[in-house]
């Protein structure tokens, strides 16, 4: 089936109360994929400069990730450092450099337009809409953004968000754009801007998903073992997506398996820093211990 993720390959370097790592491979569409390709392929959309580290690319190419549309371009690659403190639950931005991204255009092969899912990663709303013109007849369209976009391109993601069918936001961010501090009516809010299902991440306390049809809400996978959570909602959004792209419709039951697969690729990512542990997943590896996490679940 396949799906186009757009966002940033970025260079992170993280600060955690469990150690410190520089210039690791980073970025909302880097760390989306890897947990999407457990379900299908993936094809990245993005830019980098170039400084950005050949063994990164092949990396990338052998965990099976399709590259034709990622730009080497001149300039500096996407930077982000950031550090954790206290429950690890908020990263503290300390530097970012746009390099390349700041007047990046996403060009994509005419066959990759044809791709019938889509997720737009984290990247700036009108990098965002620049794709989405591109594609012919998507089936699924999913969107991601952040605190920094709602702050300062508001309206560009407010129009952005009525062309997709799913937004994605943290429980920050959720409440940040609706003005709400309940999450179930910031929720609502948000659905009423355009797309038919919102999902609001909140971390070690699970996800929430409403739709005009249902709400369902799941609690995150019990780990004791948080090193570093960079990047853990893009994985999240990587095993969601890749699970309704490979089922071939986003019904209530389909929904459900996508989130929960999601949760559980999640539950991986924060277990090392980068992408130490979903870099060597399997889907053996999510199928253990999404019977495990069920066995928490039921009763």
């Known amino acids: 089936m396949g799906i186009v993720v ?29 947990s999407a390709r457990l379900f299908t392929k993936v094809n990245l959309v993005a830019v980098v400069g170039k400084d950005f580290p050949c063994e990164y ?15 080497r371009s001149q300039g500096s690659t996407f930077k982000w450092e950031g550090q954790y403190e206290g429950d690890l639950n908020t ?37 965002q809409r620049h794709l989405l013109e591109k594609m012919r007849s998507p089936k699924l369209i999913g969107l991601d953004s952040m605190n920094f976009w709602i702050h300062h391109k508001r309206n560009s993601l407010l129009r952005l968000m009525k062309m997709v069918d799913i937004f994605v936001a ?15 009516k910031a929720a609502k809010w948000l659905c009423s801007r355009g797309p038919k299902i919102v999902l609001i991440k909140k971390g070690e306390h699970g996800v929430l998903l409403l739709s005009e049809k249902f709400i369902f809400s799941l609690p995150a996978y019990p780990t004791e073992k948080v090193i570093d ?19 071939g419709k ?28 979903t870099a060597h997943l399997s889907m053996r590896d999510l199928n253990k211990r999404l019977a495990e996490f069920k066995k928490h679940i039921l009763f």
């Open 170 to 184: 943290n429980d920050q961010e959720a409440r940040s754009l609706s003005g709400e501090t309940n999450l179930v």
């Open 91 to 127: 990263a503290q931005t300390l530097n970012t450099e746009l390099g390349v991204l700041s007047d990046f255009k996403p060009v994509i092969s005419e066959e990759e337009r044809r791709i019938k899912y889509i997720f737009l990663a984290n990247v700036d709303p009108d990098i």
């Open 6 to 34: 757009l966002g940033t390959v970025a260079l992170d370097s993280v600060k955690t109360p469990f150690g410190k790592r520089e210039k690791m491979l980073g970025g909302s569409a880097a760390h989306f994929s890897m």
């Open 250 to 277: 986003a019904n209530t039951m389909n929904l459900r398996k996508a989130i929960a697969y999601g949760t559980v690729a999640a539950s991986f990512n924060v277990e090392d820093f980068g992408m130490n542990r």
């Open 57 to 71: 690319i092949d990396f990338l190419e052998r965990k099976g990730i399709i590259l034709t549309s990622l730009i």
């Open 229 to 247: 959570p960079t990047g853990a909602g893009d994985t999240f959004a990587g095993g969601f997506m890749g699970y309704l792209a490979r089922a």
